[in-house]
């Protein structure tokens, strides 16, 4: 499967997407989140066993496409919310991958590109690989991969991931336990396969249903927790806070904010 945001190959049991805008270092745009959808049923009703996710050039994602970023300052109230659903789909899609999910975190991976990187079974990341849930910085709401991160590291943690919107190195998700592995540049690929060879040679039903009791435990929560994050997600989108934290990005300068609401 080829198209312009993405390619997908297949080696035996393991199938591989490679985020493919490195002009534009991977960032998300409208195009690539349906396209990512629809590899990933794909991959979900193929015979491979093991997903592997990496980016083309020196970014593994971003975060949102500027192009489309300039786009919502003009949407619906209507349009906000499906573009949320559309987001929380994607990344509950990836949480509950039916098969093993590996990242392979090539280079930066920013806001939504975190939440990518960091919702696949295990991430392994080069040195110079960088996160952040920058979304305040931005007049954004981290919402729909707050209720994720909160599962993964707690709340204290969650809480300075989050109010701070500061970037991290591998090494700190490695110590917060967000990413298994850092691995060097040359080697992240080799390792990536490694590992899925490593799990191929357990039983695929045993994987199919340690995976699927492991999603069950968390539906119910995720259900009410996602509902929230979604209106929350629409709705900043809307306020005047939004409208200059994505004009000051846009415009490189520094945001003036209002006094909150």
């Known amino acids: 499967m080829s198209n312009s945001t993405i390619q997908l190959g297949y080696d035996g049991a393991i199938a591989t997407i490679t985020l493919d805008r490195p002009q534009k270092r991977n960032a998300i745009s409208f ?54 659903q559309t987001m929380a789909r994607l990344f509950r899609t990836i949480y509950e991958f039916p098969k093993v999910t590996i990242a ?36 954004f709401v981290p919402a729909i991969v707050s209720t994720f991160l909160l599962r993964q590291i707690g709340e204290k943690q969650a809480r300075d991931l989050l109010l701070t919107g500061r970037l991290f190195g591998a090494d700190e998700a490695l110590r917060l336990g967000l990413i298994n592995e850092i691995v060097a540049p040359e080697k992240l690929m080799d390792r990536a396969r490694e590992l899925a060879n490593l799990l191929l040679e357990s039983s695929p039903t045993s994987l199919i249903c340690t995976k699927r009791l492991l999603t069950e435990h968390a539906r119910s929560e995720l259900d009410a927790q996602i509902e929230s994050a979604v209106r929350e997600n629409a709705a900043i989108r809307q306020t005047a806070d939004f409208r200059e934290g994505v004009t000051a990005f846009l415009e490189k300068r520094k945001p003036r904010w209002r006094d909150g609401q």
């Not at 980016?55 to 349009?79: H, I, V, W, Y």
């Not at 090539?106 to 919702?119: D, H, K, M, Q, V």
């Open 31 to 84: 195009e690539l989140i349906a396209d990512l959808i629809g590899a990933l049923d794909e991959v979900a009703r193929s015979s491979a066993q093991i997903l592997i996710i990496t980016g083309s050039g020196s970014a593994f994602c971003s975060g949102m496409d500027l192009e489309n970023l300039k786009t919502l300052l003009g949407r619906s109230p209507e349009q906000n919310l499906e573009d949320s």
């Open 104 to 139: 392979a975190v090539n280079g930066p991976a920013i806001a939504g590109g975190t939440g990518l990187a960091l919702l696949c079974d295990f991430t392994l990341a080069v040195p110079e690989a960088k996160f952040g849930y920058t979304e305040v910085r931005i007049g």
